[in-house]
């Protein structure tokens, strides 16, 4: 089964703190992506890269920037975390062959 | 931009009950998901169904897609108090993207 791995499940962030939120999928998915979840709204897209070193912006994203390296790993960086950016943070990735995204466990993030 | 919109927001049924979610989007479609997210967790794919596809079972879970009403559903026959969760759409338009609705939370009563 494909696995998503996100390096924290909570973190706890300072406001104006640079913040690196990892996301590392084990089945060689050329397309990840990055969502947040809030309550009432469901999940919106903040940023997706469709291979190595390729980005495009989803739906929300300001205040965030994102680093593809390795067609494996996929981060996620708040430049300068913001009490609004908290909130539950999930990574998905999908095959080319697939039509179906594989979700990591999430990351709960609190900006103080 | 939030493609899909499920309804109702909340559902609250006893176990044995059968439950239905709906699901309405805006634009054309290739596919439609359904996915499920128990409280904390990440989403877990459930079932697809293809806009050229108008019912589609797996299991205990029936989806029926109406593409000339933008709306689909989802039946959970049988429910369980694991069936518990949070219930998603999402719809694939061929931007190699996916919307997701703002779901519907389950509750099974034992």
């Known amino acids: 089964d494909v696995k998503v791995t996100q390096s924290s499940r909570y973190l706890v962030k300072r406001t104006g703190e640079k913040v690196f939120l990892e996301c590392v999928q084990d089945?060689?998915?050329?397309?990840m992506f990055w969502y947040r979840q809030d309550p009432g709204l469901g999940l919106r897209l903040i940023y997706f890269?469709?291979?190595?070193?390729?980005?495009e912006k989803g739906d929300i994203p300001e205040g965030y920037s994102v680093s593809r390296e390795k067609k494996e790993r996929f981060s996620l960086i708040l430049e300068s975390a913001s009490t609004n950016q908290t909130s539950m943070y999930l990574c998905?990735?999908?095959?080319?062959?697939?039509?179906?995204?594989?979700f990591g466990s999430g990351t709960q993030l609190s900006v103080l | 931009s939030q493609q899909g919109e499920e309804d109702p927001q909340a559902l609250s049924i006893q176990e044995g009950e059968n439950a239905t979610m709906n699901c309405s989007y805006k634009?054309?479609?290739?596919?439609l998901q359904w996915y499920r997210q128990n409280s904390g967790r990440g989403l877990v794919h459930l079932i697809l169904?293809?806009?050229?596809?108008r019912e589609k079972h797996s299991g205990r879970l029936r989806v029926t897609l109406d593409t000339s009403k933008k709306s689909s559903s989802l039946l959970i026959t049988a429910s369980r108090a694991a069936d518990t969760a949070s219930y998603f759409c999402?719809?694939?338009?061929?931007?190699?993207?996916?919307?997701f609705g703002t779901g519907t939370r389950l509750q099974v009563f034992p």
């Open positions: 169904i293809r806009s050229n596809e």
């Open positions: 998905a990735s999908i095959g080319q062959e697939n039509e179906k995204l594989f």
């Open positions: 089945m060689d998915h050329e397309n």
């Open positions: 890269s469709y291979d190595v070193k390729m980005k």
């Open positions: 999402a719809t694939d338009d061929n931007t190699d993207k996916l919307i």
């Open positions: 634009t054309s479609i290739n596919n």
